[in-house]
């Protein structure tokens, strides 16, 4: 996957959608972590946020740029955003529905 190509091709929804996750990534906030793993907690946003982030993820679902692996917690795509552990990243990625 091109990552610059494919935050150029995204809506407005997705966009909010994926700037969401990226503030919530593991190996950003910490870089401890290895994992490209995100956590949203959707009573944390607005009315208006949450509308837009629910089109916005599901789109992104759709495109096969994020999973959802449990309740409000995602995995971006490991061939998009390239983590430290990649590997166990690819087998969450692969596993999750």
Known sequence: ?????TL???????????????????????SRNKHNLC???????TSAETQRFKAGITSL????LVKRYKKEH??????LIISKEYSEDM???TSAK
């Open 1 to 5: 996957l091109n990552l610059i190509e």
């Open 8 to 30: 150029c091709s995204l809506s407005k929804p997705e966009q909010f959608a994926f700037m969401r996750l990226i503030k919530e990534l593991t190996c950003v906030k910490d």
């Open 39 to 45: 956590k949203v907690i959707i009573k944390n946003l």
């Open 61 to 64: 679902i759709s495109k096969d």
């Open 74 to 79: 995602y995995i971006i795509n490991p061939n």
């Open 91 to 93: 087998a969450l990625w």
